[in-house]
């Protein structure tokens, strides 16, 4: 039976608190959770259906296919233990390939003697059983094999997805500070979107959070950004399975009439970015771009439109002091021109989020690098309801 259809445990990464959202797209797709962590979730399946997982998600790091576990209290046996398995079966006789790996064993200091040892089980079955030694390297153009390896507990996967998932391949210019794709898509999933109504982006920076919102609103999956996956480098790898797959992408794009997303942003050369990086990921025609101060956004008259803000945090106190009238202004661009909408506002200091003058209605965690960050929702009435205006305490 060829490896693509034996079903084994599946591991999916993330990046720290999107599990969630990405718990949300794999039900999506069909596919049976059996449970979550915080960077993840595991299900049963089938290379074949990693190849699925990799083309659709937008939330994900890596899609990891297990293929044995152990007891490990040291190198050695970790070596010992992946010596005798079938490598031919999965690389090439020629072919390259790459170790990864996260390990917490007190037995050794440094992740990368891991790696080597895992290079050296491997090259050695490979010489021994073809009498040709493969190629490897730490770049993930080939094959990856990873080590999970935490106390005498030992797990070896199949890298599926080679490069992480979480950059969507359409970004040609990241701008400063950028959030990342994964990171984007997890929040656009988060609010209450509709994906129809009226989607507002001041400050947007190279455009990350609008093209997402296009590219979620029409069901533009990340797959088709991206040429290179390691399943593809794996021995016996159908690409008919492949392409079907990449058909089922292209079909299943919606046409959203009347869809109206704004992206602005007071630089020039940021909105310049931006609107490069969204004819790179298809959607340009999409999104309404505009050079201004975000006070000056044009704001849709809508009932259910969101309007999306990723402001500075101001890592230094003078910075901090500076951007406290930014966010009071940010306040009152929302009550004054975002009414019938739910603002939302993502911000790693939660100092300067009380100087909004907002009470939020929801509070969601969100990690980005080493940032403890939330994306803040405020529900703005129309008029027809009262705002609420008084300062809140976030936590």
Partial sequence: MSLFNIIAPITITCHKRLSPYLEQEVKELGFNIEDSFVTGLHLKGTINDCIKLNLNLRCASQVLYSLKQFDAPDADAVYNNIVDYAWEDIIADEGYFSVTSNVMNDTINNSMFANLRVKDAIVDHMREKTGKRPSTGSELKGVVVHLFWKNDDAELFIDTSGDSLARHGYRKIPGRAPMLEALAAATILATRWDRVSPFVNPMCGSGTVAIEAALIATNTRPGLFRLNYAFMHLAGYD???????????????????????????????AIENARKNAIAAGVVKLIQFAVCDFAETEVPKSSSGIMFMNPEYGERLGEETELEATYGLIGDFMKKKCGGYFGYIFTGNMNLAKKIGLKAKRRIEFYTSIIDCRLLEFELYDGSRRMVLEPENVK
């Fill in 239 to 269: 690409p008919e399975v492949y392409d079907k797959e990449m058909e089922l992408l292209d079909k299943q794009i919606i046409d959203v009439p009347g869809l109206q997303i704004i992206a602005t942003d007071y630089s020039n050369i």
